[in-house]
């Protein structure tokens, strides 16, 4: 059997299969581009989510679905943010199973979040960091990559007054979006980015002795990408050293996904874990796509792109 985008059926059933999207960023404004001069389809990009949905209901055998964060654009009028969202949630909604959000920079940029997480459906809404088990073999962990941010908190909160003090810190320029000056691997420190906190940091590692307790394999999910080898400088989680220290301390995870950089892009790191930057769907023109399923086996993760996105098999260092 053939799959879209040059993939081949490997003849055996997946232990399960789940959904993939990211970067909808939605808005009800006219066809713009990004600071770099790439056409963005804000309107169009809630038709590829709507195809999504349909594709995935009409396999039938999705489990679940994630999004990968930033659902609205920061473009959207202010006043339209909070009608914005529910819109897209909606769609979100139509899939017949449960979606797993993550919150990316766009998202806080419309809604702080302590009204984003309990709209999105987050398991607490105290906190944007999460994991589940959809069969005893694996496990996923959703880490919040604004966890230490200058967006999404309130101004007096200790996590803002830690971005800043890092942003103050690492980036000279007035203008905290922009890298210019910044060399290399620290032209990151921008604000668009973020950072996993102390508290999420030492969740994450308990998180991975219990996976490992159980010999399960993990999938780790993050709005921002976590390896410098998938993506560009100007995109990467501020402190994605220390995440990936505390990774590597464990032989669980196999893969981390990603989406922020819309580009997408894919690396193995030093320690075999395979990094994966999902294309976004609203750089899509109308009459494309960007979205698609990874069927999850023993051994490898296969993702099976529509258009846009790329398909790619990860097989795993036993």
Not at 257 to 282: K, R
Request: one cysteine or more.
């Amino acid at each position: 059997m053939g799959y879209p985008n040059g993939l081949v059926s490997q003849g055996k059933q997946p232990l399960f299969s789940f959904g993939v999207i990211t970067d909808v960023q939605y808005a009800d404004i006219p066809d713009g581009r990004s600071f770099l001069g790439v056409p963005r389809y804000y309107r169009n990009s809630i038709l590829v989510l709507q195809k999504a949905m349909q594709n995935w209901n009409n396999h039938q055998n999705i489990s679940f679905a994630l999004n990968l964060g930033d659902i609205v654009d920061g473009y959207c009028p202010k006043d339209q943010s909070l009608e914005a969202v529910k819109k897209v949630v909606a769609e979100f909604d139509k899939f017949n199973g449960r979606v797993y959000h993550m919150i990316g920079n766009h998202c806080l940029y419309n809604l702080p979040r302590s009204k984003l997480l309990p709209l999105m459906n987050f398991p607490n809404v105290d906190r944007a960091y999460y994991e589940f088990s959809p069969v005893p073999e694996y496990r996923f962990i959703f880490l919040d990559g604004y966890d230490i941010s200058a967006i999404g908190w309130p101004h007096d909160h200790p996590h803002t007054i830690e971005a800043v003090k890092i942003l103050d810190e690492k980036n000279p320029n007035l203008d905290k979006n922009s890298p210019n000056g910044l060399v290399d691997l620290e032209r990151r420190f921008l604000k668009f980015n973020g950072g996993v906190g102390k508290e999420q940091l030492e969740w994450l590692d308990k998180t991975l002795q219990d996976a490992t307790k159980y010999n399960q394999k993990v999938v780790v999910c993050c709005h921002i990408p976590l390896d410098p080898g998938a993506t560009s400088k100007e995109a990467l989680l501020w402190n994605y050293d220390e995440v990936m220290d505390v990774i590597h301390r464990y032989d669980c995870v196999k893969v981390c996904l990603a989406g922020h950089d819309h580009t997408g892009g894919h690396s193995v790191d030093s320690c075999g874990v395979h990094h994966w930057v999902l294309e976004a769907a609203l750089e899509c023109p109308p009459g494309t796509d960007a979205f698609g399923y990874i069927d999850v086996y023993e051994d490898r993760l296969s993702l099976i792109g529509t258009d846009r996105m790329a398909s790619s098999e990860m097989v795993f260092n036993q």
